[in-house]
């Protein structure tokens, strides 16, 4: 049974009942939220708003992209596998800064984004986008064994259906092409610890596990453990060429201290303290996996 399959079961129980988010288990041993996204597919023609686009590029350029390390990175994996002129897809491209940064040094880059006013970022910094949803069978008609890579930097938690996503990839890749997915690690650190606390605490304390799962419109929908995501590939077809976990957070320190606090005093008192501890004791919260398709 993949993931798909186990959001359908019907011997699935509540697993945890959060702030954000209803999550749902079963012997399966999936945890997922039962929230489902629309369909978002956008017309090329719809009508941006001038302020709308302004406040996305501010949030990308100063938030969501701030972190350059991180990008820099994802670009250093692909080069591990892949030589330059090679051709990306990056799904859930947000702001398009991993395929600029690839794209400066010789790869042919396309992303996927849904969200128009981030699709329309994408497309005045020189990105080819796709508004297209890469598991319709006319888009993997039309992109049959096109790629040399794909690409789910922090995609895979938020799909509806993850299995599904991983089969598309899986038939637009060339042969011997890889996929690279990092996503949160349910057997990493805060998880694991979050599951505790809500368990001694009858779900009392469940802060860790409310920033992991949400039943909002683009949120986390499903949290894989190195295992499960494992599974998932093999059962498509993919070879398993790497997996590891790994620290990294999306945002900055304060964005979930502010979370957490709600104070900017405290949160100005504890920053300084989580940065030593995390030198202290280095906590693994992701996985980076990098998988490849026969040749």
């Given amino acids: ?6 959001k359908s079961s019907k011997s699935n129980y509540i697993k945890y009942k959060l702030k ?23 017309k090329n023609d719809i009508k941006l708003d001038a302020n709308k686009l302004l ?23 692909i080069k591990k596998y892949l030589e330059s002129e090679s051709k990306v897809l990056d799904i859930g491209c947000g702001g398009g800064l991993f395929l600029k940064l690839l794209q400066r040094i010789g790869f042919k880059v396309f992303g996927v984004e849904l969200e128009p006013y981030r699709k329309e970022y994408c497309i005045q910094n020189g ?18 064994q096109s790629f040399d890579a794909v690409t789910l930097w922090d995609v895979i938690e938020h799909v509806n259906y993850p299995s599904s996503q991983l089969k598309a990839a899986f038939n637009i890749l060339k042969k011997g092409g890889y996929i690279f997915i990092d996503t949160p690690a349910k057997d990493g650190f805060y998880h694991r610890f979050g599951s505790f606390l809500y368990s001694n605490t009858k779900g009392r304390f469940n802060f860790f596990l409310d920033i992991m799962y949400s039943d909002h419109m683009f949120g986390h929908k499903q949290i894989f453990s190195t295992i ?65 398709k026969p040749i």
Avoid: W
Wanted: charged share 25%; glycine share 2%; hydrophobic share 35%.
């Fill in 20 to 42: 954000y988010s209803t999550v749902y288990s079963g012997t399966h041993g999936y945890t997922f939220s039962n929230y489902f996204d629309p369909d978002i597919i956008n």
């Fill in 228 to 292: 499960e995501m494992e599974k998932e590939l093999k059962s498509v077809g993919f070879e398993i060429k790497e997996i590891s976990k790994f620290h990294e957070l999306s945002f900055p320190y304060e964005f979930y201290l502010k979370k957490l606090l709600k104070s900017n005093f405290l949160v100005k008192l504890a920053k300084p303290i989580v940065s030593l501890l995390l030198i202290i004791f280095p906590i693994k919260n992701k996985m980076l996996v990098v998988a490849k």
């Fill in 1 to 6: 049974m993949n993931i798909d399959e186990a």
């Fill in 127 to 144: 990105i080819s986008i796709f508004n297209e949803d890469i598991t319709k069978n006319d888009f993997i008609k039309k992109h049959h």
């Fill in 55 to 77: 406040e996305t590029k501010e949030y990308l350029n100063n938030q969501l992209q701030s972190n350059l390390q991180r990008y820099s990175s994802q670009v250093d994996k």
